[in-house]
């Protein structure tokens, strides 16, 4: 059950393999559960096989829901999704920058009721809530740390949402949220070890090893915006001088473009958007963020030599404009050289699937994982 949950279908080989269980004890076991009613089959996959097509199973969609919760730098999120990995809603709010946590977590309780009265769906079958940080997090308490979101600093999630919920309550940052997400939806699948990458206002990541997000002690892990490239550099939000973020930070060239076209509202989705229509001065800001982001991603090359690095952000839409730079700095900065290694020992550098949803989807990711125990 732990294994469908987490990957959402499977056949019964798949869940040996991943379960190490032998063969007949996950028949008998399925055979049980399917007579039950707790899973169900949701076809065949032909594709490829020999003889008899293989049976994908998943958990019975009735048989629970999880929420994702995303708290981020100006938006709040709340995806409801029930246990075979099916979204039943999505909805979104943007607020001021610095919004007050009080009136946040009010809104979110709406959410979450509205999204349930809206699929007549009771709360009573919860299997839990997940939340994704738009900024670092302790992952022993809960608390939402220095460097995040100014106003919620200091506060304690699980205290806060602990109680409102009659079941348990994984909290993680936004990008390791995202790296559970495209590990189990998106551009990682398959891949049990890999780096997340994100371009965008700000600068971040997240490491998976051995299909675990490493998080730090202090749950300060693969916050790569923060590597320091020159300690004489301009100031950093953070307090320090020359991050990798000062350097790769869309902040500035948003402006620059914001004040090219006149347009305060402009969104970085619209500068790629103009960009892949051909304008020189957003493809050229976002070759300049690229090779930047690349330049740093060099360092984290040498420092992991990774099999896959996932590039995430609203940036990572633009696709080869973006990539192009990025890949060539990476190349030029990075110990490894691609023309030294045979193609199978090459790290492979490719966009993200999610770029918008991401961080609330792995939130949910992060329940489906973890709600019975985790699987490793
Ligand atoms: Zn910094």
Redesign the pocket.
Known sequence: MRALSARGSLSAAQIARLTGLAKSTVSMALAELRRADVVIEIGSDAAGSVGRPATTLSLNPEAGTCIGLLIGQSEIQVIVADVAHNVLTDTSLNLERDYDPEHAIRLIRELISDAYAEQWRSQAGLLGVGIAVGGPVSNSSGEVMRGGIPRWTGINLQEVFGPIFDAPVFIDNESNCSAIAEMTWGAAQGFDDFVVFTLDLGVGGAIVSGGKVLRGIAGGGGEF??V?LDPDGPL?????HG?L??YASFIEPLDEARRHFGQPGLRISDVVQMALDGDELCRGLIKDAGYAGGRGLGLIGSVFNPPLIVVSGRLAPAGDILMGPLSEAFERYSLVKSGDVGEETRTILRPSQFTDNGGCMGAVGLVLRNHGGPLH
């Open positions: 915006g923060h320091v950093c939000r953070c307090g320090n991050c973020e000062v």
